[in-house]
């Protein structure tokens, strides 16, 4: 059983940054692979940015150039630095491990973006 914990959400202006880390436990973690989805009330949850156990790197479209996935394999942690924030950020970001196929989920923690 893989266990997420997230921090680093809050209230931020627009063009500011934030920091997100999601920290693992219960399995290897250089065997999962990671990613940080979003999801905003009444739509779809969005994938931001992964990071494969194998290092490969991919980022959604919207956050392409102003987010950066980074994994700390000797922390178990997952991070998401986020910069040049905008409005349209706003949304609570959760973090994703896939271990042996089967998903995990984090609590999730809001990041609020002011115009």
């Known amino acids: 059983q893989v266990q997420l914990v997230e921090s680093g959400g809050g209230l931020v202006q627009t063009g500011g940054s934030l920091r997100l880390s999601c920290a693992a436990s219960g399995a290897d973690f250089s065997r999962l692979d990671m990613a940080w989805y979003r999801q905003t009330p009444g739509k779809q949850r969005e994938l931001v940015a992964s990071a494969t156990n194998g290092g490969t790197i991919m980022y959604g479209n919207s956050v392409q150039g102003r987010f950066t996935i980074a994994r700390d394999n000797d922390k178990s942690t997952v991070y998401l630095q986020m910069n040049r924030l905008k409005p349209e950020d706003t949304a609570v970001y959760y973090c994703?491990?896939?271990?042996?196929?089967?998903?995990?989920w984090g609590q999730g923690t809001q990041v609020t973006v002011s115009p």
């Open positions: 994703h491990a896939k271990f042996w196929a089967r998903p995990y």
